[in-house]
């Protein structure tokens, strides 16, 4: 009878435990279609590498929390570090006949370790989780039944080198120096320059010129790559004929080895550039969790609020939905902060009459919202502050009708530039439409979903692709023009679906206008009766 009162108490014990532990994460047949999709897109005889995302130290014995590489997370949903996963492009076979097209090289389980640091999965919960069939101890990637020499192509995310080499034989460090190892990595391999020689060895020779720009660019940008022989003198060439004794050139050396950074570039972006309806349930949540956090900010502003206390508002509301984490460091900016871009200090004491310019988004079960709001501190727009405001209302409604299919990456920018320079020509802000570029220097919109600047092609608009559009207005103190309009900086920001029946403002219940924004601040905030002793 106790015995099997024990058993009754511990069966109830992990149904209690399943509960308490989210059950909305992507699924395993999310993670294993995802793979096949980029199988397809695979050339022949090559394989494809995805290591996990470095351990990172904060200070002294603290790591900053752990989070993984958002391509390993979309292909795995493993969650843990030292980890290696191989995708091939056919079958394989090992030494026993075995078939696989992919491997997967996890962190062993270690009842001392997990103790301290919380559970692992380990190679059983990879397989009865994940749904890999062929899952390893990180220690055995030392035997990896692969011939990396004998692919066509062999390609990877080249190293940071921001790993540390910590106890043990199968940490990060170690998968890594073991894959160098194995696919003969040269020491002076650099990516930019293989992607520039993939580029000029794939180009008919007719169209080497306007090739030669685009290296050229490459050549100003990176530093590195100035003093790489075939690059300069393809660039500098001064005909086609030149260009294509180069061009040999560049194809033997490309031959000397099978390493390639380019192929898994263009994979990664070409799937995740588009959602699917499993992502675009995680990413709606993140984004809604992120405007009711602007919602709930507008009831609960007034003028001696800190900007850090802003931030921790906004940041409660993310943790009471359940968002792991923001998507990235969140932006609070008030009066002339809000002209820095990315000012993320947020320790101005005091907002005071201010417009607050808050930039922010929670990060739920990996996919992270970017929702922007700029609203007065004292609840009312000044004259010069609305009329600010409503030019950047005004081009971002620019922005959002021209997120349509087929249009270029680069319509909604320009279509808000051009609201933007119209608008401080009419104030008499700028005299030239060219200067508005000095109150307007950011782009308009990027992609959106496992990261705030998720990975894409930049081609023509697709369906299911999720952007943002993000005009705004910076006039620091001390700019060109009347002292009245300086210290104001209007950012609006919302996160836009693209679909073939137009564009699909996700983020919208979140207050835009001026008089939506002024009628949501009037509101009580249950903020309001929440009062802290004061310390000294």
Not at 114 to 141: C, I, P
């Amino acid at each position: 009878m106790k015995f099997c009162m024990l058993r009754v108490f511990l069966f109830v014990s992990t149904m209690i435990w399943a509960q308490e532990v989210p059950t909305d994460f992507l699924s395993a047949e999310f993670h294993k279609e995802r793979r096949q999709e980029v199988r397809k897109l695979m050339s022949s005889n090559s394989v494809l590498v995805f290591f996990a995302n470095a351990e990172r130290n904060r200070a002294n014995d603290v790591d900053y929390v752990y989070h993984q590489d958002p391509n390993f997370y979309y292909l795995t949903g493993y969650r843990e570090p030292n980890a290696v996963l191989l995708i091939f492009s056919e079958p394989q076979k090992d030494a026993q006949g075995n078939e696989f097209d992919e491997l997967i090289y996890v962190q062993e389980r270690n009842a001392k370790e997990e103790q301290w640091t919380g559970k692992r999965l380990g190679v059983e919960g990879v397989v009865d989780k994940l749904g890999f069939k062929m899952a390893y101890n990180g220690s055995e990637f030392k035997k990896v039944p692969v011939d990396f020499t004998s692919f066509d192509k062999v390609s990877f995310f080249d190293f940071e080198n921001d790993y540390r080499d910590k106890q043990g034989d199968a940490d990060l460090f170690d998968l890594i120096q073991t894959f160098k190892v194995k696919a003969n990595y040269p020491s002076d391999y650099n990516p930019q320059k293989q992607q520039l020689y993939s580029m000029i060895q794939a180009t008919e020779i007719e169209n080497s010129a306007n090739v030669a720009q685009t290296v050229g660019r490459y050549l100003d940008y990176y530093e590195d790559l100035r003093n790489e022989e075939f690059l300069y003198e393809f660039v500098n060439a001064p005909n086609n004929e030149k260009r294509l004794e180069i061009k040999q050139k560049v194809s033997l050396e490309l031959e000397a080895n099978n390493l390639d950074s380019s192929m898994i570039s263009e994979i990664m972006s070409t799937l995740r550039e588009t959602k699917t309806a499993e992502e675009m349930k995680l990413l709606k949540k993140a984004i809604e969790i992120s405007s009711v956090g602007q919602i709930e900010v507008m009831k609960a502003m007034h003028p001696n609020m800190s900007e850090t206390e802003i931030q921790g508002v906004h940041e409660y509301v993310y943790k009471k939905y359940g968002a792991e984490y923001e998507g990235y460091p969140s932006i609070v900016g008030g009066g002339n902060n809000g002209c820095i871009l990315h000012y993320i200090e947020n320790n101005k004491a005091k907002v005071g009459n201010d417009l607050v310019l808050m930039d922010l988004g929670a990060e739920y079960h990996g996919y992270t919202a970017d929702v922007t709001r700029t609203i007065p501190a004292n609840g009312k727009f000044t004259a010069e502050q609305k009329a600010i405001y409503d030019i950047v209302y005004e081009a971002q409604e620019a922005g959002i009708k021209a997120s349509v299919v087929g249009a270029p990456f680069q319509a909604p920018g320009k279509a808000a530039a051009e609201v933007v320079a119209n608008g401080l020509l009419r104030l008499g802000i700028i005299k030239e439409a060219k200067e508005a570029r000095t109150y307007f220097p950011h782009g308009t919109s990027h992609y959106l979903g496992l990261d705030v600047h998720d990975q894409g092609t930049y081609a023509p608009f697709k369906s299911n692709t999720v952007i943002t559009v993000e005009p705004g207005i910076y006039i620091p103190e001390g700019s060109n023009c009347d002292k009245k309009w300086w210290g104001i900086a209007v950012r609006i920001e919302d996160d836009i679906l693209i679909t073939d029946d137009g564009p699909v403002n996700l983020s919208a219940m979140a207050p835009r206008t001026t008089e939506a924004i002024e009628t949501m601040m009037k509101q009580l905030s249950p903020l309001d009766d929440f009062v802290l002793p004061k310390l000294d």
